[in-house]
């Protein structure tokens, strides 16, 4: 019996300190991503109430400096044809409450040939709690045709950041989010001339 909640608490404690991955980068491996030398931004068209304008702005700034760095030019948008790439952002957001806790558990007991068992009990008691926003940051990119490029990544932060703050958790996630942009396809087109 002690081995079995040894290897519940072990187990408990392994699952709470595993961290999930937050980037899902997906691209279309056909493409040649080095013909590419301009983009543009695709104009908004949401009709949440909830839009946030701002931090449309804030991604697309911190796209549109990564991609300068990158070699790639911005085109202003008139229609899909006037860059070679025409990128979406879009962003969720969430609330996660951080709440303090205290919980309850009762088991079982053997005492010489008596037994005693009840069953477990659990009980969360919110201490001082606190919300979290949860943010993804979605791109899209898509050449005259079709959509080439997905990417997403999430970050986590309080919700009461400054503005310099949001300026900074986001350009360090569009960063990671695009690292590895454009993607290495280079060989595989190489091999096929």
Same mark, same amino acid.
């Given at each position: 019996m002690?081995?079995? %909640?040894?290897? @519940? %608490?072990?187990?408990?404690?392994?699952?709470a300190c595993s961290n999930k991955p937050t980037i899902h980068i997906d691209f279309n491996p056909e493409t040649n991503f080095q013909l590419?030398?301009? @983009?543009q931004f695709t104009t908004q068209i949401t009709n949440s109430v909830d839009t946030n304008p701002i931090m449309i702005n804030r991604i697309q700034s911190a796209v549109e400096n990564i991609l300068a760095s990158k070699g790639l030019k911005k085109q202003t @948008?008139?229609? %899909?044809?006037?860059?070679?790439l025409t990128i979406y952002v879009t962003f969720i957001q969430q609330e996660k409450e951080k709440n303090s806790s205290f919980s309850l558990g009762l088991g079982t007991s053997i005492m010489g040939s008596n037994s005693t068992s009840s069953i477990g009990v659990s009980t969360s008691v919110p201490i001082n709690s606190e919300v979290d926003i949860i943010t993804k940051i979605v791109i899209d990119i898509s050449d005259a045709k079709h959509t080439i490029w997905h990417g997403s990544d999430s970050y986590e932060a309080s919700g009461n950041l400054s503005m310099e703050e949001k300026d900074k958790v986001v350009t360090a996630?569009?960063?990671?989010?695009?690292?590895?942009?454009?993607p290495q396809t280079e060989v595989m087109f190489n091999n096929k001339q």
């Open positions: 002690k081995k079995l %909640i040894t290897f @519940f %608490i072990l187990l408990s404690l392994l699952s590419f030398d301009s @983009f @948008f008139v229609d %899909i044809n006037s860059a070679d996630t569009v960063n990671h989010l695009l690292a590895n942009f454009p």
